[in-house]
């Protein structure tokens, strides 16, 4: 998935563009600036010295998770989770030979390590009237730990480089019908400040 340069006067690889992105990942300039299509390219003086922008790093991405149930009371459970994932595919020096004019962010770091850890408590699905479970969870996702295309798209409103709270209640209104609640927190942990806190309802039904 990662990008690849063009010739000074080629477009054969803005292919390498990715179709949808969200923030967060580290980003190169596929495209220098070309006289002869000045119109589609930047500036070459401006710190982007490109108009179309790929992703930086390969992602071979090892996740692991571990759940512990710690068995019913009155019908409730207890359970812990935690998952980590690692991008194995991120290599700084090659992506300096491939990029010598550098990423949107300047200097390259290596930031390619995420992990949740979350705890759930109450009936493990909501069947009926006042069955409840809640969950508090704290992620942690840098930015080129996985692909921000496709992260959670509430969590400081998508993308990667992010670390936060998630607080979560569901209450059961009826047979099969239930209310979801839930309060997201979240920081940018490098780059500009940015804090974005959300509340999310959901009614939902099973059929």
Known sequence: ????????????????????VQKGNSMVPINLYSPVDGARCSDPSGPMGGCLFGLASDFRIFNASVAMDYGSFDGNHLMLTVDYAKNLGFDASSIARRFPSGTQYGELREQTSAYQVRL????????????????????????????????????HAGGTDAKGWIL????????????????????????????????????NARF
């Open 168 to 203: 979560g209640v569901q209450y059961g209104l009826a047979k099969n019908t239930w209310a979801n609640l839930r309060w997201f927190s979240a920081d940018a942990i490098s780059g500009k400040p940015l804090s974005i806190d959300t509340a999310v309802v959901d009614l």
């Open 120 to 155: 759930d408590v109450g009936h493990p699905e909501i069947r009926r009237f006042s069955d409840w479970s809640a969950f508090l969870a704290y992620r942690y996702v840098e930015r080129d730990a996985v692909l921000d295309a496709f992260t959670d798209s509430v969590f």
């Open 1 to 20: 998935v990662r990008a690849r340069a063009n010739g000074t006067t080629s477009f054969t690889d803005d292919w390498t563009a990715p179709q949808f």
